[in-house]
């Protein structure tokens, strides 16, 4: 039964302690979508989706909330899916949740009134 058990993976941002690819150096801040949740592993280069520039001016964790997945989904939502139009009223179901902040605030700055609940 333990031979079953695998470590849970997410969209994480990792430093490099150490590579055996010349395209990464010690001290590289990578994210990788199949991110470990460990204090250390070991990752394949395949599985790191691009090194991130720390001088960029965007915090860290904005890679994983804002510019990740539930920026994307947010993005979809609102951007893709719905279109709303400047004056538009929108209604955000789990306004507080990470998704639904970002489509809140993406929905003000396309002009709509916005209105949200939690739980």
């Known amino acids: ?3 079953k058990l695998k470590v849970i ?3 994480g941002i ?21 991110t470990p949740l460990a204090e250390y592993c070991a990752v394949s280069s395949q599985s790191i989706a691009r090194k991130i520039d720390p001088n960029s001016g965007i915090s860290t964790p904005e890679y994983i909330s ?6 994307f ?18 209604f955000i ?8 902040m970002y489509a809140e605030q993406l929905a003000k700055l396309k002009g709509c009134r916005v209105v949200g609940s939690t739980g």
Do not use: C, Q
């Not at 804002?66 to 920026?71: A, I, K, S, T, Y």
């Not at 989904?73 to 929108?90: H, L, Q, T, Y």
């Not at 179901?93 to 639904?100: C, D, K, L, R, T």
């Open 1 to 3: 039964m333990l031979s």
């Open 9 to 11: 993976v997410a969209f």
């Open 14 to 34: 990792g430093r490099v302690i150490k590579s055996n690819n010349t395209n990464y150096s010690e001290g590289d801040i990578v994210i990788s979508p199949v």
């Open 66 to 71: 804002l510019l990740g997945v539930p920026g």
């Open 73 to 90: 989904a947010a993005w979809v939502g609102i951007e893709v899916i719905a279109d709303p139009k400047a004056g538009s009223n929108v």
């Open 93 to 100: 179901s789990a306004a507080a949740g990470g998704i639904g």
